[in-house]
């Protein structure tokens, strides 16, 4: 498979096939950093489809001084922060809600409902984290990058970097916890 920097040149030539392999090689990566950070599977794939086309419209602004997935994480992160301070997140937002009362009272089947409990408990600790908390702990731990890259994409320092994953860690902790204990109690019966 050709080089990333390549495949920039051949897009910017107006090859279309280059288009193609960068979009199939990273739409998975940057679809599941988004639908991390929205937590909707629909809105996450026309936000995945709004920052590719950010992409080709930009991509003679890519200068090859860094890596391109860095520079197509840079996009994702921005596009994703726009969305957050946008009118549709807002209107979403009540609707996801609507939604989730209506999937819980379809899925009451008990063995799914405890697994996708648990997953909902962290995805809500991790929702639950300031923004710029969630975004560097999405980007370390759910696509492996190294402090450097993180500062790169976010544009900001590796000691803010390293200083918001602690923070965010700490944060989920005893966000975890505590959701525990609440279990613990809720099924600990009552002595009177």
């Known amino acids: 498979m050709p080089e990333d920097e390549q495949l920039v040149k051949e897009v910017v030539a107006g090859s279309q096939a280059a288009m193609e392999v960068l979009t199939r090689k990273y739409y998975k990566q940057i679809f599941a950093y988004v639908y991390r950070k929205v937590g909707n599977r629909?809105?996450?794939?026309?936000?995945?489809?709004?920052?590719?086309?950010?992409?080709?419209?930009?991509?003679?602004?890519?200068?090859?001084?860094?890596?391109?997935?860095?520079?197509?994480?840079?996009?994702?992160?921005?596009?994703?922060?726009?969305?957050?301070?946008?009118?549709?997140?807002?209107?979403?937002?009540?609707?996801?809600?609507?939604?989730?009362?209506?999937?819980?009272?379809q899925n009451n089947v008990p063995y799914i409902f405890e697994r996708k409990e648990t997953r909902e408990q962290v995805k809500s600790a991790v929702n639950s984290l300031p923004e710029y908390q969630r975004e560097v702990l999405i980007l370390k731990y759910f696509h492996h990058m190294k402090i450097k890259e993180i500062a790169d994409v976010t544009e900001t320092n590796v000691?803010?970097?390293?200083?918001?994953?602690?923070?965010g860690l700490g944060k989920l902790a005893k966000l975890l916890k505590r959701g525990v204990e609440d279990e613990k109690q809720k099924s600990t019966p009552t002595i009177r």
């Open 159 to 167: 000691s803010t970097v390293k200083s918001r994953l602690h923070q």
């Open 42 to 105: 629909e809105t996450a794939y026309d936000l995945t489809q709004e920052i590719f086309i950010k992409v080709f419209q930009r991509i003679q602004s890519y200068t090859n001084k860094g890596k391109f997935s860095s520079w197509l994480y840079t996009l994702a992160v921005n596009h994703c922060r726009d969305y957050w301070r946008s009118a549709d997140y807002r209107q979403t937002s009540k609707q996801t809600e609507l939604n989730e009362t209506l999937v819980c009272e």
